[in-house]
């Protein structure tokens, strides 16, 4: 089953606005990482947050973490037709015993860039 | 170029059939993941290997098995095939199991006929 869930599952936006995407999962988690995937290639990493952070910034990118509400959102400014692709929460949950489980990736929010 | 080499590209075999898939992690990551990828599953975890020892396992079905060798590098056994196993197989590593980026190969696409 899925740990994170993105919303939404498609957007399409005009180059030059800004691209919001959100995540919620279930679980405890060590931290929550944000990848990109363009059409049938292999995944990208974007951003790392880790679960007592609150908020961080990698270029056009900002990232929010929300521990309280089991939520986060990626957005991404400015906006360019290279940045059409698919987007991924992943998390890796925390253990009871210790350790954490495999990063799960949520479904993905499919993002045009309209140009 | 992520660093994660992933062999073969392309595959296409038949029902009931067994098939290899060969991944290379990064160079000094110690940590490799295997993935799923189709339509209607989406991305799903397989399992996890952390220098040579299974660390993590996730919805991986008997007939699949895996391992990490002690170069690190890692293979994904599919066996008795089934049209429903058509999917992309991403192989990933990582420095360590929890702190860090993982870095994803090209992947393996599979076609079961």
């Known amino acids: 089953s899925q740990q994170g869930e993105e919303d939404p599952q498609a957007l399409s936006i005009q180059e030059g606005e800004n691209a919001t995407m959100n995540c919620s999962y279930k679980t405890s988690i060590n931290n929550l990482q944000w990848y990109r995937q363009n059409s049938g290639r292999g995944l990208v990493h974007l951003i790392l947050i880790r679960s007592n952070e609150r908020e961080k910034h990698s270029g056009r990118l900002r990232v929010t973490l929300d521990t309280s509400k089991k939520s986060s959102s990626l957005l991404i400014t400015a906006s360019r037709a290279a940045d059409t692709a698919s987007y991924f929460c992943a998390t890796s949950r925390l253990k009871d015993g210790g350790g954490a489980d495999g990063l799960t990736f949520g479904k993905g929010t499919h993002l045009i860039i309209q140009p | 170029d992520s660093g994660v080499t992933q062999t073969p590209k392309h595959l296409i075999t038949a029902t009931g059939q067994r098939v290899t898939l060969r991944c290379s992690p990064r160079?000094?990551?110690?940590?490799v993941y295997w993935y799923q990828q189709s339509l209607d599953q989406g991305l799903q975890f397989l399992i996890q290997?952390?220098?040579?020892?299974?660390?993590a396992k996730g919805n991986i079905l008997e007939r699949f098995s895996a391992q990490q060798f002690p170069d690190l590098h890692s293979e994904l056994n599919l066996s008795s095939l089934e049209l429903g196993d058509s999917a992309l197989y991403f192989c990933?590593?990582?420095?360590?199991?929890?702190?860090?980026?993982?870095?994803f190969g090209q992947g393996t696409r599979l076609t079961v006929v």
């Open positions: 160079s000094g990551d110690l940590s």
């Open positions: 990933a590593s990582s420095v360590e199991p929890m702190n860090t980026e993982a870095f």
């Open positions: 290997y952390y220098n040579g020892e299974e660390r």
